[in-house]
């Protein structure tokens, strides 16, 4: 599987949610037999329960507020900076960094920062 973040940022939300899957379920978090909505379904229910997690982790860190203050906003500083950010807190997860911080980016770090959930 690809994991580097160029073409984890090109890939649709869909895409990226049965990555997440295909990487769950080698953690014995699904089943192999699921079709894509149930697949889709588990991996964004497991990203769900990742949000306090990453709101602890991310929102208000320094690497992340220079990466959002930057010319452009680029998806691709912010995604290296989300990587380099879970990384140094050891953010233990059952998918490689680099696909987590894709998608974190594609959900918006914003709108998880500013959620109540």
Excluded: N
């Amino acid at each position: 599987m690809r994991e580097d973040l160029d073409y984890l940022l090109g890939l649709s939300e869909r895409d990226l949610d049965l990555l997440i899957s295909e990487h769950l379920v080698e953690h014995d978090l699904g089943s192999r037999d699921d079709d894509d909505e149930e697949r889709i379904f588990i991996a964004r229910r497991w990203f769900s329960s990742l949000s306090a997690g990453l709101r602890g982790a991310l929102c208000g860190h320094p690497a992340i507020e220079r990466a959002l203050q930057s010319s452009g906003e680029s998806d691709r500083l912010l995604a290296a900076a989300i990587v380099d950010v879970l990384l140094t807190l050891s953010f233990k997860v059952d998918v490689p960094v680099t696909v987590l911080a894709a998608k974190v980016t594609h959900a918006g770090i914003r709108r998880i920062c500013s959620s109540d959930e």
